[in-house]
């Protein structure tokens, strides 16, 4: 299923969401509530996506729920995770001509820029 285009731009922002958390820059509360409200906000209707979405998004529910809100090497580690998800998922919706532009000069894919 791709992504429209408002949900790519939910979808940046929530890699934004994860850098902030990952520099320490929002705590814990503003990153789980934050990437919860970009998800309700988009129309995922695809149940794969939701499911491996919430896969990353549950181990820190679960730390903020049991009053955990600052950064810990195993809350980012989780973001990571949970980043790199997501940018996977968004290279993976890139249109051909996107990826093609998207290729730096030794072949590796870089990153959408934060909407």
Not at 27 to 38: A, E, N, T
Not at 67 to 85: F, I, K, N, Q
Not at 87 to 102: G, K, M
Request: include cysteine; charge should be negative.
């Amino acid at each position: 299923m791709q992504l429209t285009e408002h949900d790519k731009k939910l979808w940046n922002a929530m890699a934004v969401l994860c850098d902030q958390f990952l520099n320490r820059e929002i705590d814990l509360q503003s990153l789980v509530s934050g990437l919860q409200g970009r998800l309700d906000a988009g129309d995922f209707r695809d149940k794969e996506l939701r499911d491996r979405w919430y896969s990353f998004w549950l181990p820190l529910e679960i730390r903020n729920a049991t009053g955990e809100r600052d950064w810990s090497p195993d809350a980012a580690r989780e973001v990571a995770a949970l980043r790199s998800y997501i940018y996977d998922r968004l290279n993976a919706d890139a249109s051909p001509r996107a990826e093609q532009a998207a290729v730096g000069d030794h072949g590796s894919a870089i990153r959408p820029t934060p909407a």
